[in-house]
């Protein structure tokens, strides 16, 4: 099975002169943007901060991430954007791509548009209650 890439342009927030384009690789196992530090500093994108990273063969590694535009198929959303190794393959996390509504396709492993953005938190009804309003009024449930 193949893998999934997509073009996507990245541009810092703020004062950003440039913008780095280049096909990410699709990866719903990222929860951030992955890009190589030398390109994001050619853009002028700043690190805002660290954070810890578990890679794909276990290890943990603490890379410093910026705040960016992220632009792909056609929609824009903003995000974190981790300085990677200047030899790394650029990733598309799974935050950015459910902020515009796409999701991966399991079987075909292609980019598919939600008819909607969900924006409702999803909620268990415990066993024995029932909701006596719809989630997202209130909330109450009763015994």
Do not use: N, W
Request: net charge negative; proline share 6%.
């Amino acid at each position: 099975m193949g893998l999934t890439h997509v073009t996507v342009a990245l541009k810092g927030l703020g004062t950003s002169t440039g913008t780095y384009e280049a096909d990410f690789l699709v990866d719903t196992g990222a929860t951030d943007c992955l890009a190589p530090a030398g390109k994001l500093r050619q853009i002028e994108v700043q690190p805002v901060g660290t954070m810890v990273y578990e890679l794909a063969d276990g290890t943990k590694h603490e890379y410093p991430f910026g705040l960016v535009e992220i632009r792909f198929m056609g929609e824009i959303t903003a995000g974190r954007v981790v300085f990677g190794p200047d030899d790394v393959e650029p990733l598309l996390g799974v935050t950015a791509l459910e902020s515009v509504g796409i999701t991966v396709d399991p079987a075909s492993r292609t980019l598919k548009r939600l008819p909607a953005i969900p924006l409702k938190r999803m909620m268990t009804v415990p066993t024995g209650c029932r909701r006596q309003r719809a989630i997202g009024q209130g909330d109450t449930l009763e015994a």
